[in-house]
């Protein structure tokens, strides 16, 4: 309550510092954190459902998730520099709207590959909101203190997703897991309105590097389908070989030509700011954690321990709530304390948790999985807004969109690598609860090393 208080007061006090329309531009691009959130928890519970209309078994239920985290990753970049080119409220309505027409594609696939294709395509949608709505943030709270408070408000948008979106996942599916792409619609609607009355962004004319665009598809997608395939053929299959071969040559390729393109989408020179190189690893490290733990439990709860889609959502109820919670603490704490302390702290919850879930699975106890599931997310909802801080803040204002889209690049590969190599590992039935704690152990270990890595974040990032 009293993080919630302080937040309104900030709010109150500030406005006179604020952008135009600051409150509008909060609420719109909360909204779109919280769609492109909702995408990956909504569906997780519906997966079980998905397979057994369109047929396939965990390699399509990966690829259900990752073809949309797939895109979503590999067109960051691209977005970013959309975003900075044609302006943050142009992108952002260019997004929702694309975002929307392929959720009623979604909803209306009649095979698997039909679907699959449709999540790529909605993936790009989601890449051109997240910088967008980051950027927009940006431009209506100028004052540091006020951003940090700002984005604690944003990024309780992907808190509100992980609320609802297991429980209402669930209740959708028991109708027809058709709806979980329909409930979409009025959310793009209500955003596409918001966004009319908000003042035109600046913009940065610049060159699109096509051909590291090109590159970083090339090289995300062998990636992402040699882990799958790997988990499933074995990595000594020829196709494996062929596309792990390619995704190396493409990668390489790709930072290459960064180095030395004019125009480059991923300038090198970002990394020459301290807490990008600080962030990107925690954000790799989060998503593998938090991906990977709503992946695997959901699949957990429903194939191994045989709830339905709608109980094996309710299990994620307490953490969400928690959730929301430490997103409206962490600007204040983030004011005060600077953004080292969260982001430690919220990282060693997440492996609290994980580490929970390891001992505690074979119990098979729906009410202990709750349990776990709340230091783990509590603990990434204090962490991250000040890790995205420490991003923004660290960058030239005419180099937030890529900024952010770098990092977020980062956070969403590190979720598609989770799904393919967790989904390999749950894939034998036989072996499954093993496959469930090897997951789990991976996840608190990279979250582990994550926060030993953050301590090196200065005490104090504001004033």
């Known amino acids: 309550m009293s993080a919630s208080t302080d937040d309104r007061s900030a709010f109150t006090t500030g406005a006179s510092i604020d952008g135009p329309h600051a409150r509008v531009v909060i609420t719109a691009a909360s909204l779109g954190f919280f769609l492109i959130t909702l995408d990956i928890s909504i569906v997780n519970v519906a997966l079980a459902q998905i397979q057994a209309e369109l047929g396939g078994g965990t390699v399509t239920q990966q690829w259900v998730i990752d073809g949309y985290t797939l895109l979503f990753a590999a067109l960051l970049l691209f977005a970013g520099n959309l975003s900075d080119r044609i302006g943050a409220k142009r992108a952002l309505t260019l997004g929702i709207a694309i975002f929307a027409v392929i959720s009623a594609a979604c909803g209306l696939a009649p095979t698997s590959t039909w679907l699959v294709a449709a999540r790529c395509a909605q993936g790009a949608g989601a890449a051109i909101v997240l910088p967008a709505s980051m950027s927009l943030v940006r431009e209506a709270f100028p004052d540091p203190a006020r951003r940090a408070s700002a984005l604690g408000v944003w990024a309780v948008g992907g808190a509100v997703a992980g609320l609802v979106g297991q429980p209402l996942g669930g209740l959708l599916t028991t109708v027809d897991w058709r709806w979980v792409f329909a409930i979409n619609l009025p959310a793009c609607?209500?955003?596409?309105?918001?966004?009319?009355?908000?003042?035109?962004?600046?913009?940065?004319?610049?060159?699109?590097?096509?051909?590291?665009?090109?590159?970083?598809?090339?090289?995300?997608?062998?990636?992402?389908?040699?882990?799958?395939?790997?988990?499933?053929?074995?990595?000594?299959?020829?196709?494996?070989?062929?596309?792990?071969?390619?995704?190396?040559?493409?990668?390489?390729?790709?930072?290459?030509?960064?180095?030395?393109?004019?125009?480059?989408?991923?300038?090198?020179?970002?990394?020459?700011?301290?807490?990008?190189?600080?962030?990107?690893?925690?954000?790799?490290?989060?998503?593998?954690?938090?991906?990977?733990?709503?992946?695997?439990?959901?699949?957990?709860?429903?194939?191994?321990?045989?709830?339905?889609?709608?109980?094996?959502?309710?299990?994620?109820?307490?953490?969400?709530?928690?959730?929301?919670?430490?997103?409206?603490?962490?600007?204040?704490?983030?004011?005060?304390?600077?953004?080292?302390?969260?982001?430690?702290?919220?990282?060693?919850?997440?492996?609290?948790?994980?580490?929970?879930?390891?001992?505690?699975?074979?119990?098979?106890?729906?009410?202990?999985?709750?349990?776990?599931?709340?230091?783990?997310?509590?603990?990434?909802?204090?962490?991250?807004?000040?890790?995205?801080?420490?991003?923004?803040?660290?960058?030239?204002?005419?180099?937030?969109?890529?900024?952010?889209?770098?990092?977020?690049?980062?956070?969403?590969?590190?979720?598609?690598?989770?799904?393919?190599?967790?989904?390999?590992?749950?894939?034998?039935?036989?072996?499954?609860?093993?496959?469930?704690?090897?997951?789990?152990?991976?996840?608190?270990?990279?979250?582990?090393?994550?926060?030993?890595?953050?301590?090196?974040?200065?005490?104090?990032?504001?004033?």
């Open 189 to 463: 609607a209500v955003m596409l309105l918001l966004l009319t009355v908000v003042a035109t962004s600046p913009t940065r004319p610049s060159p699109f590097d096509w051909a590291g665009q090109a590159l970083a598809v090339i090289g995300l997608s062998t990636l992402v389908y040699a882990l799958i395939t790997g988990g499933h053929a074995g990595f000594a299959a020829p196709e494996v070989v062929a596309a792990s071969a390619t995704a190396v040559v493409a990668l390489v390729g790709f930072v290459v030509l960064q180095s030395r393109g004019r125009h480059p989408m991923m300038p090198l020179d970002l990394f020459r700011a301290r807490g990008v190189r600080l962030a990107l690893p925690v954000g790799f490290a989060f998503m593998v954690a938090n991906y990977g733990n709503v992946f695997v439990v959901s699949l957990f709860l429903q194939q191994q321990l045989g709830l339905s889609a709608l109980r094996a959502g309710l299990v994620f109820l307490p953490s969400a709530l928690f959730a929301i919670a430490a997103n409206l603490a962490s600007g204040p704490v983030t004011n005060r304390l600077g953004a080292r302390l969260p982001v430690v702290a919220g990282l060693t919850a997440m492996a609290a948790g994980l580490v929970a879930l390891v001992l505690t699975a074979p119990l098979g106890s729906p009410l202990v999985v709750a349990a776990c599931i709340i230091p783990i997310g509590a603990g990434g909802a204090l962490a991250m807004p000040s890790v995205t801080g420490v991003v923004l803040e660290g960058v030239p204002a005419q180099q937030a969109g890529t900024a952010s889209a770098v990092f977020n690049t980062f956070r969403q590969v590190g979720g598609a690598v989770a799904i393919a190599v967790f989904g390999a590992l749950i894939a034998d039935p036989d072996g499954a609860l093993t496959g469930v704690q090897l997951s789990l152990g991976i996840a608190a270990a990279a979250v582990l090393l994550a926060a030993l890595s953050s301590l090196r974040i200065r005490a104090r990032t504001t004033s």
